[in-house]
């Protein structure tokens, strides 16, 4: 990220008093609305099985865990977030989950190891990504599966994609996320997958859509703050914000009713 373009996220976050992802419900209209497709085509390529054992780590507000709870059963399943808002959204959707606030990097003791230790939308998040995928390694069953996904902001998460194109119109140096964002490729998460200590290491896509009814439910999250795009967004005056926007309308091809948006997202998984 340019220095200019973290200091307008940075100003941008001071401004909403909270964190980028705090909003449950600016993060289920956001990417979340992603989110219950993702975790779907996530457990199956991860191989996830009744009577496993399993933990999502930076579970968000739940879209996964649920998921996860729905598949092996909700006493199966642990969970932990940093977002306390976040954890009690979790704790909502998940009764009878074991979810907990922490980091990636410094896991909660859960008293046992999981068959699958899982991450969604997250690696690129962690204040530390080896240490973080370390971790996980490390709570995981002998010969278990650690699996991860991520966007693929370069060029196939479509709703990220159209925003950053839209910026970088009017902003050259707007701070892209296809650019910032260090896992974002095959290649790069499985080195991470590689680094951090785990071996037979597998890559793939996961394709999901979701539908807006209208540009306006596209773009309502983008001012709140929400996320990096959203931080971006937060910071601009009100006359390049409405500008953004046309912007971001024209790229999306000016629809005057409901759509759908394709989205990309790379998976990982290997094994201990």
Known sequence: MTSAGLERTL???ERAGADMFASTEAYD???GRYGAALSRAHITAADVRAGSRVLDVGCGPGALTQALAETVGPERVAAVDPSVSFVEACRRRVPGGDVRVGTAEELPNFGTRFDVVMSQLVVNFMSDAVAGVQAMRAVAQPGGLVTSCVWDYAEGMTMLR???DAALQLDP???DEGK???YCSEDALSELWEQSGL???ETGELVVEASYDSFDDYWAPFPSGLGPSGAYCA???PDRQDALRLECFRWLGEPSGSFALRARAWFVRGRV
């Open 180 to 182: 910032t964002m260090r």
């Open 199 to 201: 071996h037979s290491v």
């Open 162 to 164: 159209v925003f950053w």
């Open 235 to 237: 910071s601009l005056d």
């Open 11 to 13: 100003i941008a976050v």
């Open 29 to 31: 209209r956001h990417v």
């Open 173 to 175: 140096a707007a701070p």
